[in-house]
């Protein structure tokens, strides 16, 4: 099976503009989530999509938002970007069933740059 | 919430040396408690979970943790540290009713030649 794509790889941006990026999970998994990664924070979890609902939010401000196609595609959205935005942005996918099926499998990221 | 401490942000053994990387928890029920490694400019790899099947657990590349309610500890070993095993390592709790995981703050293995 593939893994878990994400694009693009790379991206530079100014503040103020607005960023989407997006997610292929593994096939088969219904369950996308999304991190942030920074040397500051670590990796802080953004929120997860299942079945096209948010399930569950991080302590994220709105101007972070996602959404869920019904081939379980994610694409995740920074609107009014701030230098604090920079980071790495990765995305996960599970199956999410059962005991057996909570383990994350995680893209290659997104570096976003804010300039 | 339920939170993982990982006591020390960095790791020097020598090549052929016993790697230990500590991960305690906090919760009142035991979890599903992951390890995970990320190479430099890449995503993470799991290496290991706990689902309470079995509390020694045995990953990839020659790793393995304890489960140890008592001591709320998940400690990552491997016997003899290689050269390629030089990343960042987190440990991961996430609660039984949802999927919002919770990292540690990571440990960077360095192995010295």
């Known amino acids: 099976k593939a893994g878990v794509t994400q694009t693009p790889r790379y991206l530079i941006k100014t503040r103020g503009q607005q960023v989407t990026l997006s997610c292929s999970p593994i096939?088969?998994?219904?369950?996308v989530s999304w991190y942030q990664q920074t040397p500051g924070q670590g990796l802080q979890f953004l929120f997860e999509?299942?079945?096209?609902?948010?399930?569950n939010k991080g302590n994220f401000p709105g101007r972070f938002s996602g959404r869920q196609f019904s081939n379980s595609r994610s694409e995740m959205n920074v609107s009014t970007l701030e230098l604090g935005d920079s980071a790495l942005y990765l995305c996960?996918?599970?199956?999410?069933?059962?005991?057996?099926?909570?383990?994350?499998?995680f893209g290659p990221g997104t570096r976003l740059t804010v300039l | 919430a339920q939170s993982v401490t990982q006591l020390g942000s960095h790791v020097s053994v020598s090549e052929g040396a016993l790697v230990l990387l500590r991960c305690n928890y906090s919760s009142s029920v035991p979890p599903y408690l992951f390890w995970y490694v990320q190479y430099p400019n890449q995503g993470l790899q799991l290496l290991l979970k706990?689902?309470?099947?079995?509390?020694l657990v045995k990953g990839i590349n020659g790793f393995e943790a304890e489960f140890k309610k008592s001591e709320t500890s998940f400690h990552l070993t491997k016997p003899s540290a290689h050269m390629s095993d030089a990343a960042e390592y987190f440990c991961a709790v996430m609660p039984e009713n949802n999927n919002d995981m919770r990292f540690g703050a990571g440990t960077r293995l360095t192995v010295k030649p």
């Open positions: 996960a996918s599970s199956p999410r069933g059962g005991r057996e099926g909570r383990e994350q499998f």
């Open positions: 706990y689902t309470s099947a079995a509390t």
């Open positions: 999509y299942f079945s096209e609902t948010q399930r």
């Open positions: 096939s088969g998994h219904r369950s």
